[in-house]
């Protein structure tokens, strides 16, 4: 049966960010890089969508077009689509690879956390009193406290505040496939707890590994290499992906 090797991008990024570390596997899987809607050459989503419309189009055409064997690679939102296919127990799916994933509350009460309240707060205040300031204030609020992906949002900036807010713990208890986790040290996004804390969802399940002073983008320049590396070796711990040397 056919072996296929599916890697799903970034918010705002597109297909070509992980290209590098597909090519690193074309000589033993059939690799699929997949633009996801509203990026890349791909069309806009409709408003309604949240991760689990893109998990139903992408688990869509897994099952019409890719007979066989299925090993997902996630990074960040595209792990997080990935996560709810898992969560779908579908019996091709034969592993995740999860690169600096989010979806997860963080725990206990950080000033990083009391902040984001906060600001939160502010805005349903701007916005509730908009029909008498206008939307100079909104404005003010999305200039000083947007993050760098919501002001690029533009016509997805509705979607993404969804996504933000969504916790996937329960797609991790339910998913029943094996999981690699891959976190930088450095990642300020999506930092290393979170991989521990998705391990413990996954007991047994999951092999965690953190990659010294990566970020983020954990898999630009050499990077890639190296994480190619790990998926490569968690793939030989597969019984279903044999032969990926």
Not at 101 to 130: C, H, K, N, Q
Not at 138 to 159: E, K
Not at 232 to 239: D, F, K, Y
Request: aromatic share 10%; glycine share 10%.
């Amino acid at each position: 049966m056919p072996r296929h090797l599916v890697f799903l991008h970034g918010w705002g990024l597109t297909r070509e960010s992980l290209r590098g570390i597909g090519i690193l596997f074309q000589q033993s899987f059939r690799v699929h890089l997949i633009d996801l809607p509203g990026f890349g050459e791909a069309p806009p989503p409709p408003a309604d969508w949240d991760t689990v419309s893109y998990a139903d189009l992408v688990e869509h055409y897994l099952a019409t077009l890719l007979p066989g064997t299925i090993v997902l690679v996630g990074h960040s939102f595209g792990g997080r689509v990935a996560l709810r296919i898992a969560a779908r127990r579908q019996t091709y799916l034969a592993g995740v690879a999860l690169l600096g994933v989010p979806g997860l509350p963080a725990r206990g009460w950080s000033r990083a956390r009391l902040r984001r309240s906060g600001i939160r707060w502010l805005r349903r205040v701007l916005t509730m009193m908009r029909p008498i300031t206008g939307d100079r204030p909104l404005a003010w609020h999305t200039a000083r406290f947007g993050s760098r992906d919501y002001r690029a949002a533009g016509p997805l900036r509705t979607l993404l505040v969804r996504t933000v807010n969504e916790d996937l713990s329960d797609s991790a208890r339910q998913a029943a496939c094996p999981f690699l986790l891959v976190y930088g040290t450095d990642d300020t996004e999506t930092p290393p707890w979170l991989g521990f804390a998705y391990r413990d969802l996954m007991p047994g399940r999951a092999t965690l590994d953190l990659l010294p002073h990566k970020d983020h983008h954990l898999y630009g320049g050499t990077g890639a290499h190296l994480c190619a590396f790990k998926i490569r070796q968690w793939l030989g711990t597969l019984a279903q992906v044999p032969d990926v040397h």
